[in-house]
Nanobody, 119 residues
Framework: QVRLVESGGGLVQAGGSLRLSCATPAMPLNLYDMSWYRQAPGRERELVAIIFGVSGTTNYADSVKGRFTMSRDVAASTVDLQMNSLKPEDTAVYYC????????????WGQGTQVTVSS
C-alpha cells in the first residue's frame, strides 16, 4: 500500500525559509514521478514542482522558480521541497503526490501540510 507522509510545514515570516519532506516508505522513487502541489483557500490545487522518476529532472511553476528547489533521496525514499524567499502568496496547504511513470492512471496523495507566510 502506497503511503505518502508530509512534514515540515509551519508559520514563517515573509523572506524566510521552510523545508518540506515527503516520506514514501518502500516506494522505488526511480519509477515514480513525484510532485508537490499546493492549494490556497478559494483556489484550485496547483502544481508547484515535479521530479521525474526515470530521469531525475525537475520542473517548477513560474511562480516559484529560483526560490524553491525539489530534491529526492532514492535510497531513503524521500522527496523534499526547499522553499526560500517565501512570500505571503505562498500560503497554502502543500501536498505530496506520486504517480508511476508507466501508469499515470494511478495517483497517490499525502494528507497535506500547512504553510503560512506572514507579511
Amino acid at each position: 500500500q502506497v503511503r505518502l507522509v508530509e512534514s515540515g510545514g509551519g508559520l514563517v515570516q515573509a523572506g524566510g525559509s521552510l523545508r518540506l519532506s515527503c516520506a514514501t516508505p518502500a516506494m522505488p522513487l526511480n519509477l515514480y514521478d513525484m510532485s508537490w502541489y499546493r492549494q490556497a483557500p478559494g483556489r484550485e490545487r496547483e502544481l508547484v514542482a515535479i521530479i521525474f522518476g526515470v530521469s531525475g529532472t525537475t520542473n517548477y511553476a513560474d511562480s516559484v522558480k529560483g526560490r524553491f528547489t525539489m530534491s529526492r533521496d532514492v535510497a531513503a525514499s524521500t522527496v523534499d521541497l526547499q522553499m526560500n524567499s517565501l512570500k505571503p502568496e505562498d500560503t497554502a496547504v502543500y501536498y505530496c503526490h506520486a504517480s508511476p511513470y508507466y501508469d499515470k492512471g494511478r495517483q497517490y496523495w499525502g494528507q497535506g501540510t500547512q504553510v503560512t507566510v506572514s507579511s
